[in-house]
């Protein structure tokens, strides 16, 4: 029996060669592999040896960070950080009313507070921080800011028919499994029952007006609002008695064509119902600050009006152009696609332009809008085109079977849309969202060439003050505006590129 | 059993009918769009004849009577028309647009490519570039390069000698260098260089003739650009010699008064505009370059290689004509971005359309609606020109599924 030498024992591994390890091993690989990669490295090395210490002299060590102007003139080849200092108030407020700042404050902590809540992810409740952040900070931030007394309008009868009416048809239209549409359509019924009994009880009593205190409840009634106010109420008499789908939606769209006259006798005055004072409610007001007219507006706070309008505007604006343009109506379809192409294809600039030079010409003699909401409009239209077709790529990458899937559950075109299609479609696009913010955000400074003085604007307007003539001010002004908008906008390309990654399961390379 | 007894259709009222109703929904929003556009026209004539403007187009043969900084070789003085105010404005938007759209691509596509280097090094500086000035408005940097890096350099007055000749040099009137006089004999230059590349497209076309033919490959690229540059060269020898001297002299700047005088010039808001419109856009078209790269998947390359053929080929036959594919479409939209942009010229007075026509004319004439109408529909007609041109590139390129 021979004996064979076995080894029964693994050898351990040789360690790998130390030259593809470690320290050594990275940079040979990643900055010494061929003739040409060492060039790159040097010739690289060589630029930032240039360029960084200088910058960074620049910036920090040599740069001017107490004094006024003179220590600036004194040192010209270095930042003049006081001078941000000094101008820092005006950066973020622009000519903002300086005692009333606190209120700019507060909206300022609450959108990043609100920012902050919507991004981490733990937060309870974060539907409605973000339903509160879409529809109710705006309100509330153009409310705060512009200040002057908020309440309630003159209420009127007539404005309470002209509110409610499409309220209750368009509710009745899309929520067609209303479980108490008949309690509902009986107490409006009787709303409006007594409504009419007060009218042409006081019309029969002679009475031509009705005052308590100072309030109007009640003067001269036309013929012609109470053939208006019978309509709705024969309609929701036929509701009350049928509760049928079907019937449903043809008195919905009958309210709706009362609505539209109703409308369409603002404009052509044909019933002259504004000639009519039906006041219930003289003003109440509940909130009272000081006025800050819009002119004052300015600075870093201008720069997020504009930008969260736009944004807020344009996200459904979009929605609906994009369904628009995916519809099989040839006229809708035709009409949407020229709105998109059209704001699509003009640049920025002249948009504004025609907002703030042309605008005021389309509109009725007597009406006019200022500077900083024309701008908006300009804003608004424009950012929604773009957002129409970030949209349209979401609603075109949906399979065909998920739409006809949703018809085939016999769902209705809405409902298809608002409980299959846009959910999925809008979460496939949320980096394209972002990205469009991101440009609506940069875009902004645009509106410094209309004469609105935003974060850009207020730092141009610095520049020139003759008391900070200093040769390194400009630079300095540049560079910190630069700075706060590249922070912003990529922030916002780093959080749009992590939630690409979050949505993007599988599929990956 | 009968077949007779189904149902007959329930019959549904007509307001429940799809197509009806589309219909309906058709003509309601007509109706609106119409309404709204009659509204905003009768609102326009009203308060236009309230504010006594002028309308229609004949403002276009009145004299302009203001200067233009860059003319761009076009005849105009403050004696011409506004018609000839438009055209050279939208001339020099075509021109920056052009070395806007240039610039950008090759500056696009080397940072585009730098950043899938190997070298760690130019990737992140790749990275860095793009990260920067991606995420910088247009606008400031447009102001940061006029306000605050040319505006500040000398002013001519201060370095130069009244009477001193400058061939290169920079200050804050502009960039000025010798500006070529192409004199008698000249035409030799422009002959060579058409028959050159006249020559170039034959043999191009012979080459890839005979290499279907015979599988022989021919080196066009070179023997094109020895005859695109050696054919005028030869002409410039020959005019030369049979002229006695050179064709071509040149024109130098020279300080006369207070500025300088002849000399080719770029101005200061062409420089800052041109700078900051390629350093922008092409961080965007780094961005798509490197995205077309990585969706030409990595087996195209194996496949290549185990082809046989090596890395040059691989890239040049395989990789980027797939790339481009990807690239092509998005790179049009930046185009398009930069000629949208080159409208910024305005905020720094670069005499572009925007600038002249649709602000020194729209100041000087009040003509509103004519004036936006038409710089928009300028703007709009090369969008839809390159849209459809797009269109029918991609229905080229896409790829044939059978």
């Known amino acids: ?509 | 059993m009968t077949l007779g007894s189904e149902a007959a259709p329930a019959k549904s009222s007509i307001i429940n009918d799809p197509q009806i109703r589309a219909i309906f929904y058709q003509i309601v929003a007509l109706i609106a769009v119409l309404w709204f556009g009659w509204s905003i026209w009768d609102n326009t004539q009203t308060n236009m004849e309230a504010r006594g403007i002028a309308s229609g187009f004949g403002f276009l043969e009145s004299t302009a009577g203001f200067g233009i900084i860059q003319t761009a070789g076009l005849e105009y003085s403050e004696e011409s028309t506004y018609g000839q105010a438009f055209l050279v404005s939208l001339i020099n938007t075509i021109i920056i647009a052009f070395t806007g759209v240039v610039a950008a691509t090759i500056l696009g596509f080397i940072m585009g490519v730098a950043r899938l280097s190997h070298n760690w090094l130019i990737q992140k500086l790749a990275t860095a570039y793009i990260e920067t000035f991606r995420n910088i408005p247009l606008l400031l940097q447009i102001f940061f390069w006029y306000h605050a890096v040319l505006k500040p350099l000398p002013s001519p007055r201060s370095i130069y000698e009244r009477g001193e000749e400058i061939a290169f040099g920079i200050n804050n009137r502009g960039a000025y260098m010798p500006d070529p006089v192409f004199g008698d004999g000249s035409n030799l230059i422009w002959i060579g260089l058409i028959v050159g590349i006249i020559a170039t497209i034959v043999i191009d076309k012979w080459a890839v003739k005979r290499q279907m033919n015979t599988g022989e490959q021919f080196p066009v690229f070179y023997t094109g650009l020895g005859l695109i540059i050696g054919l005028p060269i030869l002409g410039y020898l020959m005019a030369t010699v049979f002229m006695g001297s050179s064709p071509v002299t040149f024109e130098y700047a020279v300080m006369k008064g207070f500025q300088l005088d002849g000399g080719f010039v770029i101005i200061p808001e062409f420089i800052a505009l041109f700078i900051a419109l390629s350093v922008y856009t092409a961080a965007f078209i780094a961005e798509n370059v490197r995205s077309g790269i990585q969706a030409v998947s990595h087996g195209q390359t194996e496949a290549a290689h185990a082809l046989g053929l090596r890395n040059g080929p691989t890239l040049r036959l395989i990789v980027i004509p797939q790339a481009l594919r990807v690239i092509i479409p998005p790179l049009t939209s930046q185009y398009l971005n930069l000629t949208k942009n080159s409208s910024l010229a305005t905020a720094i007075a670069y005499p572009d359309l925007v600038s002249v026509f649709a602000g020194t004319v729209l100041n000087q004439t009040g003509q509103a609606v004519e004036i936006i109408a038409i710089t928009m529909a300028v703007y709009l007609s090369l969008s839809v020109g390159t849209s459809i041109f797009m269109n029918w590139y991609n229905a080229k390129m896409a790829l044939v599924e059978r």
């Not at chain 1, 006081?202 to 001269?220: H, Q, R």
């Not at chain 1, 219930?280 to 009006?305: A, C, H, I, N, Y």
């Not at chain 1, 940069?442 to 520049?463: E, M, N, R, Y």
Request: glycine share 8%.
């Open chain 1, 1 to 509: 029996m021979s004996k064979a030498y076995v080894n029964d024992e693994r050898h351990p591994d040789l360690p790998p060669p130390a030259s593809t390890v470690g320290a050594v091993g990275w940079m040979r690989e990643h900055l010494f592999s061929s003739p040409a990669n060492i060039l790159m490295t040097v010739v690289s090395i060589g630029l930032l040896a240039y360029v960084v210490p200088p910058m960074v002299s620049w910036l920090f060590t040599s740069a001017v960070w107490s004094g006024g102007a003179d220590a600036c003139r004194a040192n010209p080849d270095a930042a003049c950080w006081t001078f941000v200092g000094a101008r820092f108030d005006q950066f973020v407020y622009g000519f903002y009313e300086k005692t009333e700042r606190w209120r700019v404050d507060i909206m300022l902590i609450l959108l990043f507070a609100g920012i902050a809540a919507l991004v981490y992810e733990k937060t309870p409740g974060r539907k409605w921080i973000g339903m509160f952040m879409l529809i109710g900070y705006p309100i509330l931030s153009w409310i705060m800011l512009l200040g002057g007394d908020w309440g309630t309008p003159n209420i009127s009868l007539y404005n309470v028919i002209v509110v409610l009416l499409p309220i209750v048809g368009i509710a009745l239209l899309s929520y067609d499994r209303l479980p108490s549409a008949r309690t509902i359509g009986i107490v409006l019924t009787a709303f409006y029952l007594l409504a009419i009994a007060l009218l042409l009880g006081l019309t029969a009593a002679g009475k031509t007006e009705l005052w308590i205190g100072s309030t109007v409840i009640y003067s001269l009634v036309r013929l012609d609002t109470i053939i208006i106010t019978l309509i709705p109420f024969l309609g929701l008499f036929a509701l009350t008695k049928s509760g049928e789908m079907e019937r449903r939606g043809t008195i919905g769209i009958a309210m709706l064509v009362v609505f539209a006259i109703l409308v369409l006798g603002f404009f052509f005055d044909l019933p002259a119902p504004s000639s009519l004072d039906m006041t219930l409610v003289d003003r109440v007001v509940v909130v009272s600050m000081v006025e800050v007219p819009t002119k004052q507006w300015g600075g870093f706070m201008l720069t997020l009006v504009i930008a969260l309008t736009g944004i807020v505007a344009s996200l459904p604006l979009g929605v609906l152009l994009a369904l628009g343009r995916r519809s099989n109506m040839p006229a809708i379809r035709v009409l949407c696609v020229v709105f998109i192409e059209f704001w699509r294809g003009v640049p920025l600039i002249t948009v504004l332009f025609m907002a703030s030079v042309m605008l005021p010409l389309f509109l009725p003699p007597g009406v006019s809008f200022d500077q900083l909401l024309r701008a908006l409009i300009g804003v608004a239209l424009f950012s929604a085109a773009y957002m129409a077709e970030v949209v349209r790529g979401g609603l075109q990458a949906i399979p065909k079977g998920q739409y006809e899937g949703a018809d085939s559950l016999g769902l209705t075109y809405w409902q298809k849309m608002r409980l299959i299609i846009l959910p999925q479609a809008l979460k496939i696009v949320i980096p394209g969202i972002v990205n469009t913010f991101i440009g609506l955000f940069k875009d902004t400074t645009l509106v410094l060439i209309i004469g609105l003085f935003d974060l850009l604007g207020a730092v141009q307007a610095s520049i020139a003050d003759p008391n900070w003539n200093a040769k390194s001010v400009a630079y300095t002004g540049y560079v910190f505006t630069a700075f706060v908008f590249w922070v912003c906008c990529y922030g916002m390309s780093q959080y749009s590129r992590y939630l690409e990654r979050k949505l993007h399961t599988g599929h990956k390379r």
